[in-house]
């Protein structure tokens, strides 16, 4: 315990007395606040974190909308493009809450890159991870990938690693082709795929 007064030992550090005083302004209702805006997200899956922000407002929170978006952008939220009935690739509730994954072969993704030889061929490289471990399963190299080369990739990785519960995927022909889908279904997992703009 020091005897020097507040006022002398402020002085010595050059900090201002007022900072011993404020008392920090902690988040305790985040836990609470977060849990109430992924459930709104989910019931109201076409609205933004505006009027997410404003019914959480309506609900008795003292939020303002920064504050919601920052949760928002955190837990990885996105409103869907709209889309049209016809050829619908996700879920009719236009639920805005990502798959996330949760344990080694809960979700793996895969995607086509490009790129080109010295003499200017293309030249395709179809590349698969674990969501979770962030490992690379495999890289299949081709100057042509189809449809069929994805269920060859994906059926060697199941037979070695196994079967996860979901396989995520853009939108591209090569993994919306009905071949792919019905196949992932038979085998028993599910197909999810990333909305356009996202990563």
């Avoid at 550090?13 to 849990?35: F, I, M, N, W, Y």
């Avoid at 003292?62 to 919601?68: A, E, M, Q, S, T």
Wanted: aromatic share 8%; charged share 30%; proline share 4%.
């Amino acid at each position: 315990m020091l005897t020097v007064s507040e006022r002398r030992a402020c002085r010595a550090l050059g900090q201002h007395r007022s900072t011993q005083r404020k008392v920090p302004r902690g988040r305790d209702d985040e836990a609470a606040l977060l849990a109430d805006l992924v459930e709104l997200a989910r019931r109201y899956g076409r609205y933004g974190y505006r009027k997410i922000a404003a019914l959480l407002r309506a609900a008795g929170w003292l939020v303002n909308d920064k504050r919601v978006e920052w949760l928002w952008r955190q837990e990885g939220l996105r409103v869907p493009a709209r889309q049209p009935k016809k050829g619908r690739l996700w879920d009719g509730d236009g639920s805005c809450v990502r798959l996330r994954p949760e344990h080694r072969d809960h979700v793996w993704s895969y995607d086509f890159v490009e790129v080109r030889t010295h003499d200017g061929r293309k030249v395709r490289l179809l590349n698969v991870i674990d969501e979770f471990t962030r490992e690379c399963l495999a890289i299949r190299v081709a100057r042509k990938l189809k449809a069929a080369d994805v269920i060859d990739v994906l059926s060697d990785l199941f037979i070695l690693c196994s079967v996860p519960a979901h396989v995520r995927s853009d939108n591209g022909p090569g993994f919306i082709a009905q071949s792919v889908q019905k196949w992932i279904t038979a085998v028993g997992a599910k197909a999810a795929y990333t909305m356009p703009g996202s990563p």
